[in-house]
């Protein structure tokens, strides 16, 4: 089977290689942009694939027909600029809606098994929910450019008609090895872990809403291995439509810190401070995804509990600066 991974440098795409690799699969082309950053080059190192082209090149060879006789199955596209800070709207615009288009487009000609990456930043505040469901996705109202940029996307394909074929995964928060370059948007296991190496603490953001202590804000948080599961899972059946990349959980910072100190064999030392205003009227206190969808789709394999997948994250990837 000769599958594309788009993002296949990235955090989630080199996790769903590695995955790939151990389901047997080395026919991948991975398509990424390595640009100016660093680190995320080193996310390749250990993994086995055909090919590796550059996102801009990728797209001419599209343009030309390169690939139209190299029968590739499934095309996985993690690929995006995944800062929810990001405030330039015309990059986001072209590079998470407009190529995006493209692809899938080209996967429909080719009967290329169309699955990317949504984002559970297109529910916003949570005040519609978080169910998957595709006949209420105009109602959802990201709080964020990064997040319209994904929902103008499902938009567009159930309007197109391509999601009929298609399948849309909406991630929550995900954690895991092969995040390290990705600066600010680094999940807060990791920051957590630096913050106790340096300080012996780790500082969480005071709660502002009455219903929820200092670090009880809720969050779904899922490790990258389970998420990989969850891809894959979609990649011989044929659901179709948008689905939650969740664990159906709802977890606090307060035991997202926890569970990295007791990983580290220390005692928890929390600090709270002030949240900048910045970001106020943006935070979200809660967010859980409905899986219900995900598991009638035939999905059966349990997710690892928040303590074990930080202690797994820590222990075999962080402390020896590993990764996968």
Same mark, same amino acid.
């Given at each position: 089977?000769? /599958?594309?991974?788009?993002?296949?440098?990235?955090?989630?795409?080199?996790?769903?290689?590695?995955?790939? #690799?151990?389901?047997? @699969?080395?026919?991948? *082309? %991975?398509?990424?942009?390595?640009?100016?950053?660093?680190?995320?080059?080193?996310? @390749?190192?250990?993994?086995?694939? @055909? &090919?590796? %082209?550059?996102? &801009? &090149?990728?797209?001419?060879?599209?343009?030309?027909?390169?690939?139209? !006789?190299? +029968?590739?199955?499934?095309? /996985?596209? $993690?690929?995006?600029?995944?800062?929810?800070?990001?405030?330039?709207?015309?990059?986001?615009?072209? =590079? #998470?809606?407009?190529?995006?288009?493209?692809?899938?487009?080209?996967?429909?000609?080719?009967? /290329?098994?169309? %699955?990317?990456?949504?984002?559970?930043?297109?529910?916003?505040?949570?005040?519609?929910?978080?169910?998957? !469901?595709?006949?209420?996705?105009?109602?959802?109202?990201?709080?964020?450019?990064?997040?319209?940029?994904?929902?103008?996307?499902?938009?567009?394909?159930?309007?197109?008609?391509? *999601?009929?074929?298609?399948?849309?995964?909406?991630?929550?928060?995900?954690?895991?090895?092969?995040?390290?370059?990705?600066?600010?948007?680094?999940?807060?296991?990791?920051?957590?872990?630096?913050?106790?190496?340096?300080?012996?603490?780790?500082? $969480?953001?005071?709660?502002?809403?009455?219903?929820?202590?200092?670090?009880?804000?809720?969050? !779904?948080?899922?490790?990258?291995?389970?998420?990989?599961?969850?891809?894959?899972?979609?990649? #011989?059946?044929?659901?179709?439509?948008?689905? =939650?990349?969740?664990?159906?959980?709802?977890?606090?910072? #307060?035991?997202?810190?926890?569970?990295?100190?007791?990983?580290?064999?220390?005692?928890?030392?929390? +600090?709270?401070?002030?949240?900048?205003?910045?970001?106020?009227?943006?935070?979200?206190?809660?967010?859980?995804?409905?899986?219900?969808?995900?598991?009638?789709?035939?999905?059966? +394999?349990?997710?690892?509990?928040?303590?074990?997948?930080?202690?797994?994250?820590?222990?075999?990837? $962080?402390?020896? =600066?590993?990764?996968?």
């Amino acid at each position: 089977m000769k /599958i594309i991974v788009t993002g296949g440098a990235g955090f989630i795409g080199s996790a769903m290689v590695w995955a790939l #690799n151990k389901m047997g @699969l080395e026919d991948i *082309l %991975i398509v990424d942009n390595l640009s100016t950053n660093r680190e995320k080059w080193k996310n @390749l190192v250990g993994l086995r694939y @055909l &090919d590796y %082209i550059e996102k &801009d &090149d990728f797209l001419e060879h599209i343009e030309k027909g390169t690939f139209e !006789d190299c +029968k590739f199955r499934v095309l /996985i596209h $993690l690929g995006a600029c995944s800062s929810t800070t990001e405030t330039d709207s015309s990059y986001l615009v072209h =590079n #998470n809606y407009e190529y995006s288009k493209t692809l899938a487009i080209w996967a429909k000609e080719n009967k /290329i098994r169309f %699955i990317y990456a949504s984002s559970a930043a297109t529910y916003g505040d949570g005040e519609q929910g978080f169910a998957d !469901d595709l006949g209420e996705i105009e109602h959802l109202r990201p709080l964020n450019m990064y997040g319209y940029s994904k929902q103008m996307f499902d938009l567009w394909m159930r309007k197109s008609g391509l *999601l009929n074929d298609a399948v849309g995964l909406k991630f929550f928060n995900v954690f895991g090895p092969n995040e390290y370059h990705k600066g600010s948007m680094r999940s807060f296991i990791l920051k957590s872990y630096e913050q106790i190496k340096e300080n012996n603490e780790v500082c $969480l953001f005071k709660s502002y809403h009455p219903d929820y202590k200092d670090g009880e804000q809720l969050r !779904d948080f899922i490790y990258v291995k389970d998420v990989v599961k969850m891809v894959a899972h979609f990649m #011989n059946n044929r659901a179709s439509g948008l689905y =939650n990349i969740a664990t159906g959980q709802a977890r606090s910072w #307060n035991d997202l810190v926890t569970a990295t100190f007791n990983a580290m064999g220390l005692k928890p030392n929390i +600090k709270y401070i002030e949240m900048p205003d910045s970001i106020k009227d943006q935070y979200q206190y809660y967010t859980k995804g409905d899986i219900s969808k995900l598991i009638a789709s035939g999905y059966s +394999k349990p997710t690892m509990t928040l303590e074990e997948s930080v202690d797994d994250y820590v222990k075999n990837y $962080l402390i020896p =600066n590993k990764r996968l």
